[in-house]
């Protein structure tokens, strides 16, 4: 039998799922895997032109195909659990059990099991085959060849574990995956996502996790073992603070409301008010208090000069004149709605000019 060395070309489509969609065999010896980006959809057999960048999975990707086999082996051989699909990642990779009831004892069992592997250094390697007649092709796990297939079959082995058909660059033995960890299981309906990490994505991804909480222990002030609890100490004091900020600002609706009315004179039915840690349902609460038909109301909320909303309260004639103008000074957007015209404003700092035109139409 002939071993060879083979590029894997992927192809990656609008979801950004990868697939394996060809095979290049290699005239060199290397240890390099190839991206190939398509743009537009292609039929059978036609003739894809690209370019071959080994620059992204050198290595990298050789060490997470060979880990994805290693990792799916187990869990067949452990548990039964058979590998849908997979997906290698720019940072993580995952492969697709039919199964969703999956135990914890169960993942790091398989976890245990494939760095047992590692450690003891476990050859793999292809073997070419020259034709699909080839009785030990029955030992291979695959999901079959296409029904026009002609020529050679590739397998590649995990010494005393499996044989499965692949076109993909591996590992000469496990031990240059350094080691994996699974990370989670996220589980669908029927099915179940194992995701990992092989080689240096485990030393990466340690070394992201103590940045992390050497950044939260000088921020927390305490050590990772703390963090849980005391995060939990912070969101029910933000729960309880945001909940009385709510009840003080309908308050202050309320007195906004009283105190326009005690000062408002028989010439003055126009009410321009912002509150810049207002929101929407101060502005309602204002309106509903005030509840006098012959006033008008233009409110604001937010930031004085960007970003914020709006609610113009009148009459129907009122808001059919004023509204659109409201909203197009503002640089927003707004809809008509139970007597009151509201929406987002992008230019806040145009408050002025729409107080100074309502000024000049109800007071003069």
Known sequence: MR???YFIVYVKNMRKKTFCCAILRCAVETQFCANLRVLAPFARKMALKGTLDGSHTIFDELLCFSGQHLVTAVADAMYGFKT???NLGETESFIELNTSNITQD???NIERVVNEKI???????????????????????TRGLPDDHVGPVRVV????MENNMCCGTHVSNLSHLQAVKLLVCEKGKGKCYLIFLVGDRVLNYAQKCYNNNKALTERLKTGPDNFAELIDKLQKTSKSTQKNAVTLLRDLAVLEAEKFKQKKSPDNHLLCLHRKEGDVEFMNILVNEVNDQTVTLFLTVGDEKTTGMFMFAADEATITKFGPKIAELLEGKGFSRYGRYQGKANKMANRSKVENILRGHFIG
């Open 3 to 5: 071993k060879k060395n």
């Open 119 to 141: 450690r003891d250094a476990v050859p793999m390697y292809p073997t070419l085959y020259d034709s699909i007649d080839d009785p030990k092709l029955k030992e291979a796990r």
């Open 106 to 108: 169960q993942i790091d």
């Open 157 to 160: 082995t995990i010494e005393g």
């Open 84 to 86: 849908m699909s997979w």
